[in-house]
């Protein structure tokens, strides 16, 4: 098992040097350039990708706008575009990132069964004696456009389009939704001429006026078209907040970076769900450590709640154990030594242990 299983670790260092004849596996804290052989690995701290649905709201008016009361006695029709946006879900999602002040090194040695490291792309532990599949975020969810408008020119016909002037245009089309209605009363009541005996065909001449009625009342009442965009930034919590100011929101501009006084301020709290006793180190424990001092080393993180929210909403809440926050613990050489092939594997995440099997 003298061989390595890594992905293109972006490490500081990675070298692998002529191999000794000692039978334990060493790890000490990596310092750059001071490691002459081994498998330099990072432990992970725990990111949160933020992921932001929003929707987009565009309302443009009609090209009749000035006549809609005129023509249609409809009021308070929009004049001038306007955007607006309001955020419909937020996502919390967990992933590893290298934590550069927990690196370390695997020194490779004969007759240990330790060298058979598995690291992520960025050189986070993965496992050892064992294989282990990469973690990687999902794919961001696809922005959802708004529908595609009718054209209401499709429905204009050529006294409509030939007139003199807007506002003749705007009374031949508003004679001609009145025309619409007026066949469509007809029909629902059974004295049109054509009204058809079967139902279904019926329904679809219905739809069909409708539509077109729909489309050449945009003309004065204006139109709404409504997307939902997809936004997404990351965070490395370091500390317990109550309050970290995570970015802002506008409802004219939508998401939009923290420093940016248009939005309401979003914030994020980090709080610890465990609290993890002191350790107490005296002579005897001291002892203790000083045979296990050789070892991998591996993180225990601590289970931490994360919320997302503003002064008026609470959007999402995360429990999710963090590799920053708890502590750094040693799996002693005694478990990868030439009589044993323990195999383990490690959360991406967090650091902490996931399976340890002989």
Same mark, same amino acid.
């Given at each position: 098992?003298?061989?390595?299983?890594?992905?293109?670790?972006?490490?500081?260092?990675?070298?692998?040097?002529?191999?000794?004849?000692?039978?334990?596996?060493?790890?000490?804290?990596?310092?750059?350039?001071?490691?002459?052989?081994?498998?330099?690995?990072?432990?992970?701290?725990?990111?949160?990708?933020?992921?932001?649905?929003?929707?987009?709201?565009?309302?443009?008016?009609?090209?009749?706008?000035?006549?809609?009361?005129?023509?249609?006695?409809?009021?308070?029709?929009?004049?001038?575009?306007?955007?607006?946006?309001?955020?419909?879900?937020?996502?919390?999602?967990?992933?590893?990132?290298?934590?550069?002040?927990?690196?370390?090194?695997?020194?490779?040695?004969?007759?240990?069964?330790?060298?058979?490291?598995? =690291? /992520?792309?960025?050189? @986070?532990? !993965? +496992? *050892?004696?064992?294989?282990?599949?990469?973690? $990687?975020?999902?794919?961001?969810?696809?922005?959802?456009?708004?529908?595609?408008?009718?054209?209401?020119?499709?429905?204009?016909?050529?006294?409509?389009?030939?007139?003199?002037?807007?506002?003749?245009?705007?009374?031949?089309?508003?004679?001609?939704?009145?025309?619409?209605?007026?066949?469509?009363?007809?029909?629902?009541?059974?004295?049109?001429?054509?009204?058809?005996?079967?139902?279904?065909?019926?329904?679809?001449?219905?739809?069909?006026?409708?539509?077109?009625?729909?489309?050449?009342?945009?003309?004065?009442?204006?139109?709404?078209?409504?997307?939902?965009?997809?936004?997404?930034?990351?965070?490395?919590?370091?500390?317990?907040?109550?309050?970290?100011?995570?970015?802002?929101?506008?409802?004219?501009?939508?998401?939009?970076?923290?420093?940016? =006084? /248009?939005?309401?301020? @979003?914030? !994020? +709290? *980090?709080?610890?769900?465990?609290?993890?006793? $002191?350790?107490?180190?005296?002579?005897?424990?001291?002892?203790?450590?000083?045979?296990?001092?050789?070892?991998?080393?591996?993180?225990?993180?601590?289970?931490?709640?994360?919320?997302?929210?503003?002064?008026?909403?609470?959007?999402?809440?995360?429990?999710?154990?963090?590799?920053?926050?708890?502590?750094?613990?040693?799996?002693?050489?005694?478990?990868?030594?030439?009589?044993?092939?323990?195999?383990?594997?490690?959360?991406?995440?967090?650091?902490?242990?996931?399976?340890?099997?002989?």
């Amino acid at each position: 098992m003298k061989r390595l299983i890594f992905s293109s670790a972006i490490l500081a260092v990675f070298c692998v040097a002529s191999l000794h004849t000692s039978a334990q596996t060493e790890t000490e804290q990596f310092i750059p350039g001071s490691t002459l052989e081994g498998v330099c690995y990072y432990l992970p701290r725990t990111a949160l990708r933020v992921v932001v649905k929003a929707e987009k709201t565009v309302t443009r008016p009609g090209d009749f706008a000035k006549y809609a009361f005129k023509y249609l006695r409809l009021q308070d029709v929009p004049d001038q575009v306007t955007t607006t946006w309001q955020i419909k879900s937020v996502e919390l999602q967990p992933y590893g990132v290298p934590d550069r002040n927990k690196a370390y090194t695997i020194h490779l040695k004969s007759k240990t069964v330790a060298p058979l490291v598995g =690291l /992520s792309r960025d050189g @986070i532990l !993965l +496992s *050892i004696n064992t294989d282990a599949d990469e973690e $990687t975020l999902p794919e961001l969810p696809e922005r959802t456009p708004a529908p595609k408008r009718v054209n209401p020119r499709d429905y204009m016909n050529q006294e409509m389009l030939s007139a003199s002037s807007i506002s003749k245009m705007a009374e031949l089309v508003a004679q001609e939704i009145y025309d619409i209605r007026e066949s469509r009363n007809a029909l629902i009541r059974g004295e049109a001429d054509n009204t058809p005996k079967d139902g279904a065909q019926l329904q679809l001449m219905l739809d069909q006026l409708d539509k077109q009625t729909t489309a050449l009342e945009s003309l004065f009442k204006g139109t709404q078209e409504t997307s939902v965009e997809v936004f997404s930034l990351s965070v490395i919590p370091s500390e317990v907040t109550q309050k970290m100011l995570l970015c802002r929101f506008s409802q004219k501009l939508g998401l939009v970076d923290g420093d940016d =006084l /248009s939005g309401e301020p @979003i914030y !994020l +709290s *980090i709080e610890n769900l465990e609290t993890l006793p $002191t350790p107490v180190v005296d002579e005897l424990t001291s002892k203790k450590l000083a045979k296990v001092e050789k070892g991998v080393f591996y993180n225990v993180p601590a289970r931490m709640k994360a919320t997302v929210f503003s002064a008026d909403q609470k959007y999402t809440v995360l429990e999710t154990p963090m590799g920053q926050f708890g502590s750094v613990q040693l799996l002693s050489n005694l478990l990868f030594d030439k009589k044993t092939t323990t195999k383990v594997t490690f959360f991406q995440q967090t650091g902490g242990t996931k399976d340890v099997m002989e």
